[in-house]
């Protein structure tokens, strides 16, 4: 079984300054996807940006970057320019491409601000 | 595209009573999805994998005569909570996986039932 650890349960950065959110995970699988969503107030999960793991390039998505260890599991997410609007718990989340089911952490409530 | 729809977006029941919620994805086909819950400031549990013309594949302690679920076409499964008491209540997700996309699911808007 997976399992998808997210060791800052809150974490608040200042607007237009840089955060890191970290996870980490553990898995016997060598084919799989990484994800970091992002959950606002309203609740609707949205991606924020995807790994795949056989990809050594760390993908990057506007603002967001992550920074994918394979060896050591890690994966982390950088916000950079961070905006009130990204205010939100942000999860971690693993899936596995035989099954196709996703584990998530536990989430990270980030606070930007003013 | 890719939107997923969940309806209700809230429901309030009494003790006894079966709710159900629907989840449909409104511009693709979903041979899978997937229904969740989540307690509040908590992770995403998932409860089942609900696929197309088949029965659902249940999470370990999730009582499937209690989480009814159906997928019976592409574009639509329901979740149906039986005989809800208040211990189930809680906030419902539901996300869909589209046929052509294997690694990318969407996420409906959420239903937060509540059970007096």
């Known amino acids: 079984a997976q399992t998808v650890t997210q060791s800052q349960p809150e974490m608040s950065v200042q607007e237009a300054e840089t955060v890191t959110l970290s996870c980490t995970y553990d898995t016997s699988e060598s084919n799989y996807y990484l994800f970091w969503y992002k959950q606002p107030p309203s609740r609707q999960m949205i991606l924020v940006i995807r790994q795949e793991a056989y990809k050594q390039q760390n993908a990057t998505e506007n603002r967001f970057s992550v920074n994918f260890q394979k060896a050591a599991k890690s994966f982390s997410l950088k916000i950079s320019d961070s905006q009130l609007g990204d205010t939100a718990m942000y999860f971690c989340a693993f899936m596995n491409t035989n099954a196709g089911k996703s584990t998530f952490g536990d989430g990270t409530t980030l606070t930007v601000k003013p | 595209g890719a939107v997923v729809s969940q309806h209700p977006s809230w429901v309030i029941c009494k003790s006894g009573t079966s709710v159900k919620i629907e989840c449909r994805s409104l511009d693709f086909q979903a041979t899978t999805m997937f229904w969740y819950r989540q307690f509040p400031k908590q992770s995403l549990m998932l409860m089942a994998t609900?696929?197309?013309?088949?029965?659902?594949?249940?999470e370990q302690g999730v009582e499937k005569d209690k989480f009814l679920i159906n997928h019976a076409s592409l574009t639509l499964s329901t979740l149906t909570v039986t005989s809800a008491h208040p211990e189930d209540s809680s906030f419902y997700i539901c996300s869909a996986r589209p046929h052509d996309r294997y690694n990318e699911q969407f996420f409906g808007p959420g239903t937060r039932l509540t059970v007096l």
């Open positions: 609900s696929n197309e013309g088949s029965k659902a594949t249940y």
